[in-house]
């Protein structure tokens, strides 16, 4: 029923009136656009077709002004052919709700006096489950990343929309659905991949796939640690705005992760100057956030790096659970139980030990981070604890 209400009908647009809002939308993914250029050039673009066409939300104010405008009243867009639909031309941009990589091919491909694309227009005060069915609907479309879809389930779990989160939910495979669902309840972890997700540049690297891991090494302090080191570093880029974040698309992460820019600053001033990371500010904003970006004299942490990292980490986490059995706790929440303030040993070198303990300090801090770094050192000598299964039976190792 609200559909039929915030309907107001169809129409065509210039593609450069229909703006997406890059918190709302997937991320620009250039193969993709050069999937359906592809297509055009061996089908032709279509951009006629219903089954194409591209939800598009707007004031009533602007729309009443176009048509005024185009000289037309509301029922001469009621139930025309094609080649009879109206283009509307507005004063501000029109969002669109999906289809941006189709825009962005038809751009590509479409002759300067077609560049247009056939909208259904909805008024902007529509409902927040009508406009999750709206962004979904597209014939022609590439699977969701699975960062897109935590993001956009995450974002119907904070509305209270059930309906749209088990959409979403749908998407996954059965055994992401299992994983995501005890994810979902440390509250930690999520809390903490949550802010790294309002950055779109950063959905693509989610691996739901690995989240069962990442609760097993029970190191949830040092994994949020990470998480929130990663959006500190990027929104301290763009000055603290957290508006600002919705901009960072996956180019400008793709290109920026790992580099130390205070030590390759000819690197980052290139990729800056040529347009490939930063496109969705403005010049002045550009400027601002390359002298954030050339005093920062560590490496770019992203999503991406999060789980290279933690590949290694993991490893060491085994390492460390030889010492004790955790009985539900994390492994930092185990070793604080267990310490006992007092001198201990400090490893200054290779077999080489004094003893003491930091001023001012009962020295935990110090003696965690000594097993840690050992573990990082001789992890390959140091197999993984064996599962406990009494009903496990040997099995012949072919050679």
């Not at 656009?33 to 194409?52: M, N, S, T, W």
């Not at 003893?355 to 573990?375: K, T």
Request: hydrophobic letters at 40%; a positive charge.
């Amino acid at each position: 029923i609200d559909r039929l209400h915030k309907f107001l009908g169809t129409v065509k647009v210039n593609l450069d009136d229909i703006y997406f809002d890059p918190s709302d939308t997937r991320v620009i993914d250039p193969a993709n656009v050069d999937r359906l250029y592809g297509i055009f050039e061996k089908e032709g673009c279509q951009h006629e077709a219903p089954k194409h066409r591209i939800p598009v939300t707007i004031s009533a104010s602007q729309f009443e002004l176009a048509l005024n405008t185009a000289g037309i009243v509301r029922n001469d867009l009621n139930n025309p052919s094609s080649a009879e639909l109206p283009l509307l031309q507005f004063e501000r941009h029109v969002r669109g709700l999906h289809g941006q990589h189709r825009i962005l091919a038809g751009k590509r491909y479409l002759a300067p006096r077609k560049q247009w694309w056939t909208v259904d227009l909805y008024l902007n005060d529509i409902c927040h489950g009508l406009e999750e069915i709206l962004i979904e609907e597209y014939a022609n479309e590439k699977p969701y990343s699975e960062g897109h879809i935590y993001y956009r389930l995450r974002c119907a779990s904070s509305a209270a929309d059930t309906d749209s989160e088990l959409r979403w939910t749908a998407r996954l495979s059965s055994n992401s659905q299992l994983r995501l669902k005890s994810f979902l309840n440390v509250a930690d972890l999520r809390n903490a991949l949550d802010l790294v997700m309002l950055m779109p540049g950063q959905r693509p690297a989610l691996r739901i796939s690995m989240f069962h891991r990442i609760q097993a090494i029970k190191c949830n302090e040092e994994l949020c640690r990470y998480l929130n080191h990663i959006y500190v570093c990027w929104r301290g880029f763009v000055g603290g705005n957290m508006a600002d974040l919705a901009k960072i698309n996956y180019e400008t992460v793709r290109n920026l992760e790992l580099l130390v820019p205070s030590v390759e600053v000819s690197i980052l001033n290139s990729l800056v100057s040529s347009g490939q990371v930063l496109s969705e500010f403005s010049p002045v904003q550009r400027k601002q956030i390359l002298l954030r970006l050339r005093s920062f004299g560590d490496r770019i942490p992203s999503l991406f790096s999060f789980f290279e990292d933690f590949k290694c980490f993991e490893k060491w986490a085994h390492c460390v659970h030889r010492l004790f059995e955790l009985n539900g706790h994390t492994v930092r929440q185990r070793m604080d139980r267990e310490w006992r303030p007092r001198s201990f040993y400090i490893e200054t070198g290779e077999n080489a030990y004094s003893e003491g303990s930091p001023a001012g300090s009962d020295g935990f801090d110090l003696a965690y981070r000594q097993i840690w770094l050992f573990a990082m050192r001789h992890y390959p000598d140091i197999p993984r604890a064996a599962r406990k299964n009494p009903n496990m039976w040997a099995r012949c190792r072919a050679k």
